[in-house]
T-cell receptor, first 112, second 113 residues
């Protein structure tokens, strides 16, 4: 089992550029999440999804968009990158009825 | 609101026990978790405890929960150099609208030989 797979692992963006962070899970989990981790800080929830076609905002959604067209995939879109979006992004998934989440390896994004 | 607090740093000698502490504010939490993050890696679930339990032991790991004080601790017995990592405490609730995890800021544990 691959678990939760994120691509790319690293990326440098210029201010104003756009990109999509990919996330896929093969565990048939209903719930998927995007978190960001800033240096020395805990994880902040950006967006989450309880199933295909359903998404909702977390604590820090501004500047991001998501979609969930399939159970497996949950891409995160940055439309106009800003230096404040420099962070490590983690995708996670969990079973219906269980709150513990399984995490991907992360995408380290730098906006310059 | 929900808040989870942890100390920033812990230094321990190899072979000693480590104790990492966490406090949380939401008394309606269903589960409490400990995650480990090694450099450059994602978060790995170490262990978790249901909110109606006081203690859980899993090999070298012991989790203690004091619900009255909203205090959670993780004890690592016989700490090894491979235990050097950042440890995150998290509290979780299961909701129909989406399971939710709230994380602390992480405790960096350094194990000295």
């Amino acid at each position: 089992n691959a678990g939760v797979t994120q691509t790319p692992k690293f990326r440098i963006l210029k201010i104003g550029q756009s990109m999509t962070l990919q996330c896929a899970q093969d565990m048939n989990h209903n719930y998927m999440y995007w978190y960001r981790q800033d240096p020395g800080m805990g994880l902040k929830l950006i967006y989450y999804s309880v199933g295909a076609g359903i998404t909702d905002k977390g604590e820090v959604p501004n500047g991001y968009n998501v979609s969930r067209s399939t159970t497996e995939d949950f891409p995160l879109r940055l439309e106009l990158a800003a230096p404040s979006q420099t962070s490590v992004y983690f995708c996670a998934s969990s079973y219906l009825g269980r709150a513990e989440a399984f995490f991907g390896q992360g995408t380290r994004l730098t906006v310059v | 609101g929900e808040d989870v607090e942890q100390s920033l740093f812990l230094s321990v000698r190899e072979g000693d026990s480590s104790v990492i502490n966490c406090t949380y504010t939401d008394s309606s939490s269903t589960y409490l978790y400990w995650y480990k993050q090694e450099p450059g890696a994602g978060l790995q679930l170490l262990t978790y405890i249901f909110s109606n339990m006081d203690m859980k032991q899993d090999q070298r790991l012991t989790v203690l929960l004091n619900k009255k004080d909203k205090h959670l601790s993780l004890r690592i017995a016989d700490t090894q150099t491979g235990d050097s990592a950042i440890y995150f405490c998290a509290e979780g609730k299961i909701k129909a609208a989406g399971n939710k995890l709230t994380f602390g800021g992480g405790t960096r544990v350094l194990v000295k030989p």
